[in-house]
């Protein structure tokens, strides 16, 4: 590689070893060979004549059919150990093999542009792609890696004969690191699907949901490395090491053998799962809560195992986007239970599906608007097409949290008024298990995300509805400032320590102690898993924070070190 080509942040580069820096997403360490996503594939483009299109056209439907005739086993295969079933890819695979106007298309630009087929079928499959990748739709953008898939085993189909075609199909390796231009929720199910040992990503949209759902798969994770795709190479071998925030391509042995024995050494048997949870202190000896995030329900482990005080917000969205299935109220009450009784009587908040924005769902596309961030999205989306999914889940929850500490957060509340409608609601729900003699809680706390400016400047009267509040400043400061959380074109505005937002900050703790509610009030954004701005929100009077598990103990040691008697008199954001 031409060294002056290489991007300002590579730290140093051997004959066959780059490493290259970049900012952790979720820390570990994954050794594997590297997949790059939304890469280009390799076709051979030749004109033909005139008189070779109908055989170019046919050796074309006999590479569909050849595909078509492998295509369950190519699935099974390619996708063996995956949390989706493979019948959904399937599904998606078999409606484009069988999309007669795509062939048809295809068919065309051999015969009117003299294209051999291979070249063919890139042309009209990268204009999908490229429409697809445009959607601000996760489900649409997910499917552009389906296309690529079938377009490689079409490609390779026509340069082999029948009999031999299942020898070239593409094989998955044992260990694989996902490489991204992109930082998409859609890429990182990816890596969830195919057990992905760590995801490197170019992209910087470190608060956006593909970022949170990567800490929430514990999956080692960098972003924000420049020139990644520039250096790496499908099936060369890598070192992800998010612990130093540092990319190995082509490492040398002697850095691997370094890694294996680093890795070895992280993986040592941690606390023990049942260990009491460990409470926080700082250094004048104020208590702070801490308690965890989590995206599915294997995750309460983690939370043992890092011994927080409980979950302070159970995004159960994404058990939904990972499966692209809703569970029955039956199956909803068999994880909540699973994840109380795990809990073993630490308080664990679940949120009510927040749909929408980037969180889509395939059946519910139509219903997220134009502008899905400012759509409908959370509550909005169950108030307007959804009740009875709403009712489901506040049912299994009830009815799970029999004997248990439980908390219900509403996503997306805007107004006092939507409070309001979802406790007419839940007084609904209870009724109605109350007449079907099911037995439930009574006790479980209702509460509202602060996530939207209007609700931050109501917090007064919210409260007055409530049980609890859970602040989300990843919603709350792009809706504050006007920018997409995910776009990074837009990112120097989300600046968590802008004076604007924390004077939104401080006025909504400010109004919370004044009607002595401070303790119900929690950060849960990303913000309060950042070591280096917990003492900033401590000094702002936040005593109870949410955080992704994997920070605990940077979080707890950055609560440990600060003296609020010391700094309070900077506090202040006039
Ligand atoms: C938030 O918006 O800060 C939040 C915690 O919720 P999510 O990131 O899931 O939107
Ligand atoms: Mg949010």
Redesign the pocket.
Known sequence: MDEKALPKDTVSESAKEIRLKGVTICPGIGIGHIRILDREIYISRKRITSDQVESEQQRYSEAVKTVSDHLYEHIKEAHAGSSLSASLILKNHEAMLTDGQFHDAVRSRISAEYKNAAWAIEVEAQQIITGLEASRSPYLKSRAEDIRDLVESIVDALSSRPETYKKVLPQRRESEVLISGNLFPSSVMEARRFRSVAFVTESAVLSS?AA?LLKGFGIPAIGGVKGLRESAVDGDRVIVDAINSVVIIRPKPETVQEYITLKRELETPEALPLSPPIGSRTKDGVDVRLMA?INNPDQIQLVLRNRLEGVG?F?TEFFVLETESFPTEKEQYDIYHRVFTAAGGRRVVIRTF?IGGDKEIVDFRYCTGQNPALGVRGVRRHFLHRPEELRAQLRAILRAAVGFPVGILL?MITTVDDIREVKRLFQNVKEELHARNDTFSADVQLGA?I?VPAAAISISDILAEVDFV?V?????LQYFVAADRDNEAVLKYEDFESRAFLWLLQFIIERTAESGKEKDVTI???IASHPQLVPLLLGLGYRSLSITPTAAQSVRDAIANTDLHASSSDRVVG
């Open positions: 949901h949170i995030n917000l995004r927040d996503p995300m996530e859970n989300g400043t990843n919603d709350l849960c954004g990303e």
